[in-house]
């Protein structure tokens, strides 16, 4: 009942019924920039940030949409995801492309970091996709779909000059779209030492108030067999298919258009990791930024009963090749 009541609640309702009423107005102003920037050479590629939840990507995506020039789906932006080229604009001209300074999240939501904040904004990719599957297959793709998403972002990196950085670790089950739509694009794979990925996504769906067996975040191509599992296998084998798909997929780009950044490399290491990401992307700082001060560290949090059960699951499966057979 509270939720009903509460003020701010209905301000977003208004806000999204003016911005919906606004959708075919702002889609003429934006459709001579789209028509004219999406005909040039794309100047940068976009950059994906994938890989399993709970492997450090959203503090990775934080600083460098913080520190370094480059451009990135911001809350306001997501307001506009029917209006993409314009919600960009709009930022530029309220932000100045100024760093964030944000390094908070719940589990990937800045909205209490401001509009400024970086967003996954899954909302964008569902203006072409299913919400209730991640995995995309060649027979899902339809070249209206490419030519829009194409035209679309090579508008706003071209007329910006910038490139883009996406966080939405459902891309990494959408190689095969993406391949399609850039395939010069670049790829920064997070991983983490699983029993600790796992560990972190339990914790996650506990914290969050989900059901322990009830399937949470990315969906590889075979959650609905996983959906099936217990708690402790779905969870393993959630991060197993995950990583098992964007290998696969992987070979459809150049290898050096693939990054592998691990969760430790985000610790002691973090300095390095931040100049590996910047020559990867090819990029400089932004003029002025606060410093992230990341602090992560791996313990064993859970009871010695559930890690060994975890254990028993990661020993099962062969995460050098990803063979299931």
């Not at 067996?213 to 959630?238: A, D, G, R």
Request: glycine content about 4%; hydrophobic content about 40%.
């Amino acid at each position: 009942m509270t939720k009903y009541l509460n003020p701010k609640n209905y301000i977003r309702f208004i806000l999204n019924k003016i911005l919906t009423s606004l959708i075919p107005i702002i889609s003429i102003w934006e459709k001579k920039y789209i028509k004219r920037y999406s005909a040039q050479g794309l100047k940068h590629q976009p950059i994906f940030i994938i890989g399993a939840p709970r492997t450090g990507s959203t503090i990775l995506y934080q600083t460098l949409t913080n520190q370094l020039d480059v451009l990135y789906v911001d809350n306001l932006v997501c307001r506009f995801t029917q209006n993409f080229f314009f919600g960009f604009w709009l930022s530029d001209k309220l932000f100045k492309q100024k760093a964030h300074n944000c390094f908070k999240s719940n589990y990937g939501d800045t909205t209490k970091c401001g509009c400024h904040a970086p967003s996954e904004c899954g909302s964008y990719w569902y203006r072409w996709l299913p919400t209730n599957k991640h995995f995309i297959d060649y027979s899902d793709i339809t070249d209206d779909m490419v030519k829009e998403i194409r035209a679309e972002m090579t508008a706003v990196i071209n007329y910006f000059d910038k490139p883009l950085v996406f966080k939405n670790l459902n891309a990494g089950q959408r190689l095969r779209l993406l391949s399609r739509c850039f395939p010069e694009a670049k790829f920064i794979f997070m991983k983490r030492e699983i029993i600790f990925a796992a560990q972190s996504i339990l914790k996650a769906k506990r914290k969050i108030g989900i059901a322990d067996n009830e399937f949470w975040s990315v969906m590889p191509k075979n959650y609905k067999v996983l959906e099936t599992l217990n708690l402790y296998k779905q969870i393993i084998h959630q991060i197993f298919y995950i990583e098992k798909q964007i290998l696969e997929d992987s070979i459809l780009f150049k290898s050096n258009n693939f990054l592998t950044i691990d969760y430790k490399d985000l610790g002691k290491e973090f300095d390095d990791t931040l100049n590996i990401c910047k020559k990867f992307i090819n990029v400089k700082d932004k003029k002025k930024f606060e410093i992230a001060e990341v602090k992560l560290t791996e313990t064993i949090s859970l009871n010695n009963t559930e890690i060994e059960k975890f254990i028993n699951e990661i020993d099962k499966l062969d995460w050098k090749n990803y063979n299931d057979n």
